[in-house]
């Protein structure tokens, strides 16, 4: 287990295991996995087994008993296959290299190619680097995720493997509807995944807690802090069963993010520090967010001056290390940060680019924020006919998107009120936290 990142009371994971949460099966195949790490001479004996093993699945073709190997601890997975997650990616790359249209045409007339988990854990990699930026290609990839995991069927693999496999297929789907803002389907999907049998089937700790935590997702964009947390505190003790520190950073960014829009904005920041802390001095796609974080959390709390500080000090890591998802928010942050400090006319500037984005790109919950943004920065200069004109001009593309109820709802309310002399601050503050934003 990770010895720098704080572990969960034992009273919790009982909690966890009273209610069902977390089966017993969970909790042992964490202790065998965590024996193996800390008693050298366990590691001694499970590495001479785990050489018969790999032996007789190069001689027999028992690549699944492999995978039954590494279910209960005895292998390490990826160092165990023969056909490994590098040489996996490396076969995903080709068949990247073929048209889009032509690549599950080629897995289906496979005969005995394209028959590894690898392969679909590869293409589930290939999917969540392409949803930063475009939601068509992740969905594409789910594809010929789900396309390599039809194939499995024709090998023996632990059931647990296979049913991990496909639940963690059906979540990815609903996060990519989640990114989109198509909740709805989102939330179908995970009532799907929560009433799935094979659910009961799978004990692998880090396979749960990446369910909870892309579900704690949709619950925080569907304004069910309380749900988000209880999921989040349920990954985070899942992770540390694992013995993944990567993965408990990740959760305390997203606690970070499930205070803030709670109001709660000191115990957001200090999640961020605590996860800023843990990571060290590597600069990684887990600092970047991290960072991003502080800085958007102390522009909240109106220090605008340590917000500016922070976002100069990683502007030049968002190409590198961000997506264009993140590249947005930096531009919205930073016209928050620059109205904070009066400079309206670069403030007006950074707003209106990241709400045309949002807009080009579909996400209406993103638009109607930053639409706010800009109407309280026209209120301050009494400009009630440019939020007129801004809120009919968002509600004409709203109209041709056929966009979320709750985001046009905002922008009509704001129209009205703009168009009665009657918007004012608070009432800007309440249409944004009726959008999942902070007041």
């Known amino acids: 287990m990770p010895s720098k990142l704080p572990h969960p009371p034992l009273e919790q994971l009982a909690a966890w295991v009273e209610r069902g949460e977390l089966r017993p099966e969970v909790i042992l195949y964490a202790a065998v996995r965590a024996t193996a790490a800390h008693c050298p001479e366990c590691r001694k004996d ?28 005895l292998l390490d997975l990826s160092a165990a296959l023969p056909f490994d997650r590098r040489r996996a990616r490396r076969a995903l790359d080709k068949l990247a290299a073929l048209p889009r249209d032509k ?58 493997l296979l049913a991990a496999l496909s639940l963690r297929l059906m979540a990815r789907r609903a996060n990519v509807f989640r990114v989109a803002e198509e909740y709805p389907a989102a939330e179908s999907l995970w009532k799907r995944i929560r009433a799935d049998c094979r659910l009961e089937r799978v004990w692998d700790p880090t396979a749960l807690a990446e369910l909870a935590s892309l ?23 899942l992770y540390w069963l694992a013995g993944w520190s990567e993965g408990m950073i990740t959760v305390s960014i997203k606690m970070g993010n499930v205070a803030f829009y709670s109001g709660k904005l000191l115990e957001a920041q200090e999640k961020a520090s605590q996860a800023l802390d843990l990571i060290g001095g590597e600069q990684n796609r887990q600092w970047l967010l991290a960072s991003h974080s502080l800085a958007l959390y102390s522009c909240s709390l109106g220090d605008y001056s340590e917000a500016r500080r922070t976002l100069r000090e990683i502007e030049p890591y968002y190409a590198s290390l961000g997506t264009p998802s993140l590249e947005v928010a930096y531009e919205w942050l930073a016209a928050r940060i620059a109205a904070g400090h009066g400079e309206r006319e670069t403030a007006q500037q ?21 639409t706010l943004d800009l109407a309280e920065l026209h209120l301050t200069q009494g400009h009630l006919p440019a939020v007129q004109a801004l809120a009919q001009e968002t509600l004409t593309v709203f109209e041709r998107q056929n966009v979320p109820s709750e985001a046009a709802r905002a922008i009509s309310l704001l129209s009205q009120a703009a168009t009665a002399q009657r918007l004012t601050a608070a009432l800007l503050a309440r249409l944004r936290r009726g959008l999942g934003g902070q007041g």
């Open 46 to 73: 499970l590495k001479a087994l785990g050489e018969v093993i790999r032996i007789r699945a190069r001689e027999g073709g028992l690549r699944p008993r492999v995978h039954q190997a590494a279910q209960f601890g």
């Open 103 to 160: 690549r599950l045409d080629r897995i289906d007339r496979a005969r005995t190619a394209f028959r590894d988990p690898a392969l679909v854990e590869a293409a589930i990699e290939r999917s969540n680097a392409a949803l930063g930026s475009s939601v068509d290609v992740a969905f594409h990839w789910l594809e010929v995720a789900q396309a390599l995991y039809g194939r499995l069927n024709a090998r023996p693999f632990p059931v647990s």
């Open 215 to 237: 579900e704690s997702s949709l619950l925080l964009n569907l304004r069910r802090p309380g749900g988000a947390e209880n999921r989040l505190s349920l990954a985070y003790d």
């Open 350 to 370: 950074g707003f209106t680019a990241a709400r045309t984005t949002y807009l080009e790109s579909g996400l209406a919950y993103g638009a109607a924020l930053v």
